[in-house]
């Protein structure tokens, strides 16, 4: 009766579990002569297991079936010759989880070390029966079955550190980016839009009347105003550009590969769907909500994350003072030092220019 290695305490009844259900079914593969298929078969008697015998000149077109399932693998090392170690590490590679055992009818300690080093997990010297063999194939499957729940639970680990990177990263009320995040990207893009001598614009955006919706309507209803913005963004925007909300009623949207005309194009659609949207209008009684936004764009009105975000914030200043509601682009930097005067900041309101 074969009786696999006892697994390690830590765990145990979730592992021994695992590997019981891993003995279900077993495609084993063979790599020599047929005898050794055969005293595979009568070992494992015991199991379902499935044995292929794959001549050693078989092994690349093996390797290279990208569709085949191999559980266990027996390696005949007097037939392999020089190449056992190379082979053995070559069905490691390509079955990380299979289970490996090495027979050898001589060559003692030396070819059981050198099996080991290339990935073996069981090594067997001398004459072979089936009560030797039995052993050392429960003990290459138990391995077999601890790799397998080792590589689930780095599986489920990566998984959920990228669910908790994003939690970390994200809004929770408007599901948009958080400040954490705009810092990290709006440095990468601008590098990136140097790297490639391409565009990049910043929108940055104000909820005009936002404090007089909570104070007359309550935090509540400002907050389903913020959710509302954080739809009206998500679904305003490409799949490469990156909504976030700042804090409070503030808000930013990343344009990649988008010039300042494009950018202004953008945060207008938003305004205006906004607008369009609103549930709070003067019809309902509740105070009117608009959007101010400014925008800058690199390389046009800024080559620095500090200049850009200056350069954005202080046209959402130039549209608060022209009476809000509206979308105004940063002065665009001449090429070199004059004397003239820099250019009006651009206003937009409802479409119009001002």
């Not at 078969?41 to 000149?57: D, K, M, Q, Y």
């Not at 429960?138 to 908790?164: D, F, P, T």
């Not at 909300?245 to 930013?252: K, P, S």
């Amino acid at each position: 009766m074969i009786v696999p290695m006892s697994i390690p305490p830590r765990d145990q009844g979730a592992e021994s579990a695992e590997s019981a259900s891993s003995f279900a079914s077993i495609d084993a593969v063979v790599i020599g002569a047929e005898p050794l298929a055969a005293l595979l078969r009568v070992a494992s008697r015991e199991l379902r297991i499935t044995v292929r015998r794959v001549a050693p000149f078989e092994l690349p077109t093996l390797l290279a079936d990208v569709g085949q399932r191999v559980d266990l693998v027996i390696v005949d090392l007097g037939a392999l010759g020089h190449r056992s170690a190379s082979a053995i590490m070559d069905v490691r590679r390509r079955w990380p989880e299979a289970g490996i055992v090495s027979v050898a009818m001589s060559g003692g300690v030396a070819s059981a070390v050198e099996a080991f080093r290339a990935g073996a997990d069981d090594h067997l010297d001398g004459s072979l029966a089936p009560r030797s063999l039995a052993p050392s194939v429960a003990r290459a499957l138990s391995n077999r079955a601890v790799r397998r729940i080792r590589r689930v639970r780095e599986a489920a680990g990566r998984a959920s550190h990228r669910r908790l990177m994003s939690l970390a990263m994200r809004d929770s009320l408007s599901s948009l980016w958080n400040r954490r995040y705009f810092d990290l990207r709006i440095r990468s893009e601008i590098a990136r839009a140097a790297r490639l001598g391409t565009s990049m614009s910043l929108g940055l955006l104000d909820l005009d009347g936002f404090k007089q919706v909570n104070d007359s309507l309550g935090h509540p209803a400002g907050d389903r105003l913020i959710a509302l913005m954080g739809e009206i963004l998500h679904g305003c925007c490409r799949s490469y550009d990156v909504p976030c909300r700042l804090g409070g009623d503030e808000f930013a949207l990343i344009l990649p590969e988008t010039d300042l005309a494009g950018g202004v194009e953008a945060i207008e659609d938003i305004r205006s769907t906004l607008s369009a949207s609103l549930a709070l209008d003067e019809d309902s009684g509740g105070p009117s909500v608009t959007v101010s936004a400014g925008v800058a764009a690199v390389p046009v009105s800024a080559t620095s994350v500090g200049e850009l975000l200056g350069a954005a914030d202080q046209a959402l200043y130039a549209a608060k003072r022209h009476g809000r509601n509206r979308v105004v682009s940063a002065p665009v930097r001449p090429a070199r030092p004059t004397l003239e005067r820099s250019a009006r900041p651009s206003v937009r309101e409802g479409g119009g220019s001002a």
